[in-house]
């Protein structure tokens, strides 16, 4: 798998969900390795404006054509964004998974964005 | 214990088909994309591996009359070259399996079953046969499915056989890309195209033939999960999602394989019976009208009590709706009427449509 899928200036969960701060607020989505792995994605169930996330828990949930899956947070903190392009476009999670298949934007109180997996860490994950 | 593999393996790898275990046999679910192989069924063709399915045959004098007892189709009003679909159903009415019974003449009747009840048909038929006894044939048959506007043109480029006078759900023999084959215009997707039947050993060579003499048509290779989407916007029933052991085939709304003037099957008492004293509960379609997908399994509610379940559900690339098949109490069953789904303990409105989802 080339490296150029995982960019290097985002973090990275086992839970295969991708993290990039901007400023006071991180943007979330899913890896490709996610998107590969569901297939054809049809439906991402977001929370609400305001909705308070916390590290490793469920926010949402992503529906392929033949499975349904968790997401979950990378940190803690509230929604301030959700990406509303994705329920008329749920494709862009496949073919966009690191712009415009982003999913929720969160402004982050906690200090674990610092602590997750660069891409080289992620990698030697997906590597097993 | 592994699963079982058919002659097409080594094929699916090749095409980097992704496997999974699917009643009991690896099986591709997909190749490039379930939506992709959708619509290539749809707007041209498909070719799919069915060889996991499995075929049992009854032969010599009274082989009609043998397996027309043990189903809710008639055979003895079909031609020889005719298949019917059919329940085999238990003494309870419910389905054992549901079969396509191909009718070669009065002595040779071929019984196509799903892979995951192949055993406990023959099982069952076996000892509910009068007669002549069945013959499992399931090792002995591979099956590829060509489906799609243009599987007619493929299949017929490669054959010398006529194919214009095989009708819908009419069969003959003959080769296909140098491989005597069964020739069955029959199909699981909605579309017209036909289900080919020939030894496994020969089943490589025919999957590659055709798959290279339909390029220029746009044949693309297509998983099980294709085959899902495209019968459940059919509102195809599917055995152990739609229709199992304790549902009937009046209650799946399947009355028009059950032939009751034909003379005595197993389960027809009961089907005599449910006709007489009205179905409490039958399988509807339905679309979702907020947000969601259906999924099987997920309860149905009326007023917040749970009045069914939802046995099949798909986001349909072609209907391009959520849309969903299941069980609901009688009252809730006619065009236009409303209930929800319970999805992750959310209630979701839902509408019952017309169905098949999908109209040509």
């Not at chain 1, 490793?56 to 392009?85: C, H, M, Q, Y």
């Not at chain 2, 406990?120 to 509910?128: G, P, Q, T, Y």
Request: charged share 25%; hydrophobic share 40%; glycine share 12%.
């Amino acid at each position: 798998m080339a490296s150029g899928e995982y960019p290097k200036d985002l973090k990275y969960t086992k839970d295969h969900e991708w993290a990039k701060q901007t400023g006071k607020t991180v943007v979330v989505g899913v890896t490709h390795h996610a998107q590969e792995a569901l297939g054809d994605v049809v439906y991402v169930e977001l929370p609400k404006l305001g909705t308070a996330v916390k590290a490793g828990e469920r926010f949402g949930t992503i529906e392929s054509t033949k499975a349904v899956s968790d997401l979950f947070s990378p940190i803690t903190g509230k929604v301030v964004k959700v990406n509303d392009d994705l329920s008329g476009n749920p494709q862009k999670v496949n073919q966009e998974p690191y712009t415009g298949g982003w999913i929720i934007e969160v402004e982050t109180t906690g200090a674990e964005f610092d602590a997750l997996m660069d891409s080289a860490a992620y990698l030697k994950l997906l590597a097993g | 214990m592994s699963p079982r593999q058919t002659p097409l393996n080594a094929a699916h790898r090749k095409l980097a088909g992704r496997l999974v275990d699917f009643a009991g046999w690896e099986m591709p679910v997909q190749y490039t994309g379930v939506i992709a192989e959708h619509e290539a069924v749809r707007t041209a063709a498909g070719i799919f591996d069915v060889s996991h399915m499995g075929e049992i045959e009854f032969k010599g004098p009274g082989a009609l009359a043998a397996a027309n007892a043990l189903i809710t189709n008639d055979l003895a009003k079909a031609t020889d070259g005719q298949a019917v679909y059919a329940g085999l159903l238990n003494d309870q009415g419910g389905f054992v399996d549901d079969v396509v019974a191909y009718r070669f003449s009065p002595e040779h009747i071929f019984i196509c079953v799903n892979a995951s009840n192949a055993d406990k048909d023959f099982a069952w038929m076996s000892e509910r046969a009068r007669g002549v006894k069945p013959v499992n044939r399931s090792n002995d048959w591979a099956q590829l499915a060509v489906q799609g506007p243009k599987a007619f043109g493929i299949v017929q480029r490669l054959s010398p056989k006529p194919l214009d006078g095989v009708a819908t759900y009419r069969f003959t023999t003959g080769q296909v890309a140098g491989i005597e084959c069964i020739i069955s215009r029959t199909g699981y997707t909605g579309e017209d195209g036909f289900e080919l039947y020939c030894s496994p050993k020969d089943a490589d060579k025919l999957w590659w033939a055709i798959l290279e003499g339909g390029k220029a048509d746009g044949i693309v290779p297509a998983g099980l999960g294709a085959r899902d989407s495209l019968r459940t916007e059919m509102k195809y029933a599917l055995y152990g999602n739609d229709i199992d052991d304790s549902h009937t085939p009046l209650e799946a709304g399947l009355g028009w394989i059950v032939k009751m003037d034909k003379g005595d099957f197993v389960g027809r008492a009961v089907l005599e019976k449910q006709k007489a004293e009205g179905l409490k509960r039958k399988l509807v379609g339905f679309e979702l009208t907020e947000a969601g997908i259906p999924r099987a399994h997920y309860p149905i509610l009326k007023d917040g009590q749970n009045v069914g379940e939802v046995t099949s559900g798909t986001m349909g690339p072609s209907v391009k709706k959520a849309v969903g098949i299941g069980y609901v109490p009688t009252a809730l069953s006619a065009e236009g009427s409303q209930f929800a789904v319970e999805i992750r303990g959310r209630p979701v409105a839902a509408r019952v449509v017309k169905t098949p989802f999908y109209k040509r």
